[in-house]
């Protein structure tokens, strides 16, 4: 149990596009949802925690209306990479927490690689 | 605010011996430090959890220890097998946010 997906795994895209990147909990219920990010050889850094049904809390330093970030249901939290620059380009890697759960608990997606050329 | 410090990128052991990988932490004592495996393009895996109350945790081959007063948790493998090269990451845990070490790569030659 407790399978984080993501989706796409990669994806390559032109500069000023928009990404969307799924983050789904398969087999439990996720209140809570975070978004990182990871530069070759450096440390996962986090971005935001998603909450279900209401707004995403932004790490200073991130931008929330160019990371856009919706938790609608308890099993699912999309990142949507607004006009993306080659600066962009990174691994980005969801987690969830499990509902009810030992809260520090969290459970990682497989990353999803983002070419921005 | 918290700064991970994983004291060595790279750790190169041989087959069979233990590793044993330096995780410290700079500011407050973090309520849990986690310990993960990272494979190449691939997320974190979750391995051992230790609370600031206890001083060593263990599974299978697997060891995590925890000193406060040293700010220091060390992760030790025995009997390393070359299937457990990959880069281990340690986390500082605390209100549900995890800060994420640089991450050590674990080289085990046969």
């Known amino acids: 149990g407790a399978v984080v997906s993501q989706h796409p795994s990669w994806v390559i895209c032109k500069s000023g596009t928009s990404v969307k990147i799924e983050c789904r909990s398969l087999?439990?219920?996720?209140?809570?949802m975070f978004w990182y990010r990871q530069f070759p050889k450096q440390s996962l850094m986090l971005m935001a925690t998603?909450?279900?049904?209401?707004?995403?809390?932004?790490e200073q330093g991130v931008e929330k209306d160019k990371f856009l970030i919706n938790h609608a249901s308890l099993t699912l939290s999309t990142l949507t990479v607004t006009s993306a620059h080659p600066e962009d380009s990174s691994f980005y890697i969801c987690?969830?927490?499990?509902?009810?759960?030992?809260?520090?608990?969290?459970?990682f997606g497989p990353g999803t690689r983002l070419t921005v050329l | 605010s918290q700064k991970i410090e994983q004291n060595s990128e790279a750790l190169n052991i041989q087959e069979g011996k233990t590793a044993t990988l330096t995780c410290n932490y700079t500011n407050y004592s973090p309520a849990y430090l986690q310990w993960y495996r990272q494979d190449p393009g691939r997320g974190p895996v979750f391995l051992l959890l230790i609370r600031e109350n206890e001083k060593e945790k263990r599974k299978e081959r697997l060891k995590v220890t925890f000193d406060t007063t040293l700010k220091q948790s060390l992760f030790h493998i025995t009997a390393s097998q070359p299937a457990d090269s990959a880069t281990y990451l340690c986390a500082s845990t605390l209100a549900g946010k995890s800060t994420f070490g640089d991450g050590t790569t674990l080289t085990v030659k046969p």
């Open positions: 987690s969830a927490a499990r509902t009810g759960g030992f809260h520090n608990e969290q459970f």
């Open positions: 087999d439990f219920q996720a209140t809570t």
């Open positions: 998603s909450n279900e049904g209401s707004k995403a809390t932004y």
